[in-house]
Each structure stands twice: as C-alpha cells, then as structure tokens.
C-alpha cells in the first residue's frame, strides 16, 4: 500500500515548475504511514519521516504534499535538515520547514543553520539549497 502512495507522490512532484527539475529530480520519502486526500489531492507522511533529495536529507514527524500551493511542508521537535553535497555543506533545524517549487526553504521557527564557519538563528531563514545563497526575508 505504501509503494502505492509513493508512487503516486512521484507522480505529484511532477507538477513542480520545470525550473526546479534538479532539485527535485530524485526526492524520496520514508515514513510510518501514508494518506492521501482525493478531495484536497495532499499526500501526508505521518511519524518517522526521513525524506532524501540529491541536495538535502530532512527527518520530521510529518510532511505534507500540497498539490495545488505546489510545496512540502515539513513539521518536527525539531525537524532537521542537513546537506548531501560536500561542497555545499549545511546543516539546520526548525519547527517547519517549507520546500517551494522555486528553488527557496523556509526554516520556521526556532530556526538555526550552519554553513561552513557561519551560523544563524532567527525566527525565519530563508535559502536555496543548490546555491547555498541564506537570507532573512524575500
């Protein structure tokens, strides 16, 4: 049944802006259980989820595929986020973190990151994790 939904979750992420096709050319999700909503076409990922991109590995106790707003919203005591490109090295945790179809995280609350030499702690940051670019607002 899980292969199923993960299946259709590909299928989801297909919807994403051609422009970021790299980032989201290989995600892959791993948790407990899956839902999805025909009528909201969201997908939920609910306790242990650990997903896996070919830029960042994120575990949360949720993740949610929003279909129409076009992002993945990830929740957790923290969640964290950590880099899988060795020259592009970051590591981070917040309340929520927000993938957008553009390329941008969100780190939501309690949020901290550390790149190379340099961390930041804040309410909101703000960055792309292909070109390591960090900001504190749009």
Avoid: Q
């Amino acid at each position: 049944m899980k292969k199923k939904y993960l299946i259709l979750f590909y299928l989801l992420l297909l919807t994403f802006d051609v422009g970021s096709a790299d980032f989201i050319d290989h995600v892959e999700i791993k948790s407990d259980k899956v839902e999805f909503s025909n009528k909201s076409k969201n997908v939920s990922f609910l306790s242990n989820v650990n997903i896996n991109s070919n830029y960042v590995a994120i575990s949360a106790n949720s993740a949610v595929y929003d279909n129409k707003k076009e992002l993945i919203s990830i929740l957790g005591d923290p969640s964290s986020i950590r880099s899988n490109k060795n020259d592009n090295n970051f590591n981070g945790e917040a309340e929520k973190i927000i993938f957008y179809s553009n390329e941008k995280v969100h780190l939501i609350g309690n949020a901290s990151i550390k790149f190379d030499n340099l961390s930041i702690r804040s309410n909101l940051i703000i960055f792309n994790p292909m070109s390591g670019k960090i900001m504190s607002s749009e």
